[in-house]
C-alpha cells in the first residue's frame, strides 16, 4: 500500500475522549458504571430516555466528566418537554454537570445563556426527519452547507459544537469534509443512522475532540458501543493516517473485517483505516470515493466488496485477477500503480480451507449451493482444482445464468438431493435453516459453508451432529481476511496479539473441530470416489 503523507496524520500518542452515552436505563446501574472506568473518559446521560438520575449517585461510580442531554423530539429524540419544563431541567442540570447540551435552534435563549457558562455549553444540531438531506447536490456544495450551518452556531460561545446531518446521499459524508476544512478542536460532526458509522469513527482524526459510544447496546441511531469503538478501531487512541481501507455492503456494521483488519494495520504500525460503508448504489459510492479523497485528502486505497456488489466491483476494476474474470464478479479491490485491481478471495479462502483439513478436491462430485458471486467463485475455483461441479441454486434464472457462463450443470434447489456428492459447498446466506437435507449426505461427505455466525449455521450444526467433516465460515473468513490483507497492503497479516487475541474464538472452534490452521495442512482426506 502505497504510504501517503496527509495533513491529517495523528502523531502517536494522539488521543480523542471517549463519550459512553447511557440510553438505557441500565446502562446507569452501578456496574455498569464501574465498568466504563477502563473504557470511557466522559459519560452522558441522555435524560429524554433514561430521565434525571442523582448526579451524586453518578459520580459514587463514575468519576469522569458528566454531560447532560435532554434530546428533543424536533432533533431525533423522545423528549416532549414544553418550553417550561425542559428550561428548568436544563439549569437544574448546570448545577451538577460539567456539560449540559443546548439545541442550536430553540435552547440559545437569553435565559439559559445568562445561568449556563460558554465552558459548560455543548452547542447542537441534530436534523430532523427530511432535513439536512442533499440529494442531487454535489459533496463539495453539502459541505458548503454544513459550514454555513455551523457558522450561524458558531455565533452562541460554547466548549464544543456538535452537528449531526442525516445520512442522505451526500449530506452526511460531508460531515467528515466540514471537520477537515475547519481544522478546529472544539467541533464535532458525524451522520446519524447506520449508514453513518464510519462518519463517527473517522472524525477524530479530522479533528473531533471527542467519540461518542453507547454504554450497552448499539443503537438504531447508528451509534456503536463503547466497546466497539475500542475493539474494532483503537479508539480512543488517534495512530497516523493517510488512506482508507474498507468493507462496501448492505450491512457492514456487522462484519467483522474491520476489527481484524484494524487490529494489523495498528500492529504494523500502518498509516491506514479500515471503515464500514453501508452502499446501495456501489456506482455512486464509487464516485464518491473518488471525490471525497480528492476533497479530503483521505485516499480509499482498497475495498472489501460484499453482496449485492459483487458484479459492480468487477465492472469498477481496471484489471481483474482469473477468479474473478470466470467468476463475473469480485470482492475485494485495492490500487496497484494507480490502477485499480480486481479479485475474488472467495476462491482461495475456499480452497486454502479444504487443505488445511487435508482435502483435496481433485476427482471429486462437488456441489455449491448458491450461484451469487461467492458461489461462482468457488464452482470455478473447484473445477480448476479437478473437481465435477454441480451448480444448486433456488432462483432458476441466476441457476441458468451462472450455468452457462462457467460451463456447469445446474440443478434447482428444490429437486437438489446431497446424495453421491463428496464436497457440498453452501454459499447463500441462508443460515437459519439447512439449505439441504444433511440426513441425505453420504457419510463421508465434506460440509464446507461458506457464512460464519456465532452460534454456527444451521447447516454447521446438522453436519456435525451426523459426524460429517465439517469446514466452517470461520476458517474460511480468517484465510480470506489474510489475504485480503496482503492484495491491500503488500504485508502479511500478523500472528501476533493483538490480532491472535481477536481471533482466539476462531482459533478454539478449529481446535475443537481438527483445524491445522496454524501448523500447515493436515494428512489428506480422501474422498469416496478419488484414486489413491
Not at 455549553?121 to 440529494?135: M, N, P, V, Y
Amino acid at each position: 500500500m502505497a504510504r501517503v503523507t496527509s495533513g491529517y496524520a495523528a502523531p502517536l500518542g494522539h488521543r480523542a475522549r471517549l463519550v459512553a452515552v447511557a440510553a438505557e436505563p441500565e446502562d446507569l446501574a452501578p456496574r455498569a458504571l464501574r465498568g466504563l472506568a477502563a473504557v470511557a473518559d466522559e459519560l452522558e446521560v441522555r435524560a429524554d430516555l433514561v430521565g434525571d438520575p442523582d448526579p451524586s449517585r453518578l459520580r459514587r461510580h463514575f468519576t469522569g466528566q458528566l454531560t447532560y442531554s435532554l434530546r428533543s423530539a424536533r432533533q431525533g429524540g423522545r423528549s416532549a418537554a414544553g418550553t417550561v419544563e425542559r428550561r428548568t431541567r436544563l439549569l437544574r442540570a448546570a448545577d451538577h454537570y460539567e456539560l449540559v447540551d443546548l439545541e442550536a435552534m430553540d435552547d440559545a435563549c437569553p435565559e439559559l445563556l445568562a445561568a449556563i457558562p460558554a465552558r459548560q455549553r455543548r452547542l447542537s444540531w441534530h436534523a430532523s426527519e427530511g432535513a439536512g438531506r442533499a440529494e442531487g447536490v454535489g459533496l463539495r456544495e453539502a459541505a458548503r452547507r454544513l459550514r454555513e450551518r455551523f457558522a450561524a452556531m458558531s455565533a452562541v460561545p460554547a466548549a464544543l459544537y456538535l452537528l449531526v446531518p442525516r445520512s442522505g446521499a451526500q449530506y452526511g459524508s460531508a460531515a467528515p469534509l466540514l471537520l477537515a476544512g475547519l481544522r478546529r478542536t472544539d467541533v464535532t460532526a458525524f451522520a446519524s443512522g447506520p449508514a453513518g458509522l464510519w462518519t463517527r469513527v473517522l472524525a477524530p482524526w479530522l479533528g473531533a475532540p471527542v467519540v461518542y459510544g453507547r454504554v450497552g447496546a448499539p443503537g438504531a441511531d447508528g451509534m456503536p458501543s463503547a466497546d466497539r469503538l475500542r475493539a474494532d478501531y483503537g479508539l480512543p487512541a488517534l495512530a497516523p493516517l493517510s488512506a482508507l481501507l474498507g468493507i462496501a455492503g448492505r450491512t457492514p456494521g456487522r462484519s467483522l473485517s474491520p476489527r481484524l483488519h484494524n487490529a494489523a494495520l495498528r500492529e504494523l504500525r500502518l498509516p491506514a483505516l479500515y471503515l464500514p460503508f453501508q452502499v446501495d448504489r456501489f456506482p455512486h459510492f464509487w464516485q464518491w470515493g473518488s471525490d471525497f479523497g480528492a476533497l479530503g485528502g483521505l485516499p480509499l486505497r482498497g475495498l472489501t466488496v460484499t453482496a449485492p456488489h459483487k458484479e459492480s466491483a468487477l465492472q469498477a476494476a481496471d484489471v481483474a485477477d482469473a477468479e474473478a474474470s470466470g467468476s463475473g464478479a469480485a470482492n475485494l479491490l485495492w490500487l496497484d500503480a494507480g490502477r485499480w485491481r480486481a479479485a475474488t478471495t472467495d476462491a482461495v479462502g475456499a480452497l486454502r480451507a479444504l487443505a488445511l483439513h487435508g482435502v483435496d478436491p481433485s476427482g471429486s462430485e462437488a456441489a455449491v449451493v448458491g450461484c451469487g458471486g461467492a458461489g461462482r467463485a468457488v464452482a470455478w475455483a473447484l473445477r480448476a482444482a479437478g473437481a465435477r461441479v454441480t451448480l444448486v441454486n433456488r432462483g432458476a434464472a441466476h441457476g441458468r445464468e451462472a450455468s452457462a457462463r462457467l460451463g456447469l450443470p445446474y440443478v434447482p434447489l428444490s429437486r437438489f438431493s446431497p446424495a453421491g456428492y463428496d464436497l457440498l459447498t453452501h454459499a447463500t446466506s441462508q443460515v437459519e435453516r439447512e439449505p439441504f437435507p444433511v440426513a441425505a449426505a453420504d457419510r463421508d461427505a465434506v460440509v464446507l459453508e461458506m457464512a460464519y455466525r456465532d452460534p454456527p449455521t444451521a447447516l454447521t450444526r446438522a453436519s456435525r451432529a451426523r459426524g460429517l467433516l465439517d469446514i466452517d465460515g470461520w476458517q474460511v473468513l480468517s484465510v480470506e481476511v489474510r489475504e485480503q490483507f496482503r492484495l491491500m497492503t503488500g504485508h502479511q497479516m500478523p500472528e501476533t496479539p493483538p490480532l491472535r487475541s481477536l481471533c482466539r474464538g476462531f482459533a478454539e472452534r478449529a481446535a475443537a473441530h481438527g483445524s491445522t490452521a496454524s501448523r500447515g495442512p493436515a494428512p489428506t482426506h480422501r474422498t469416496r470416489r478419488e484414486t489413491p
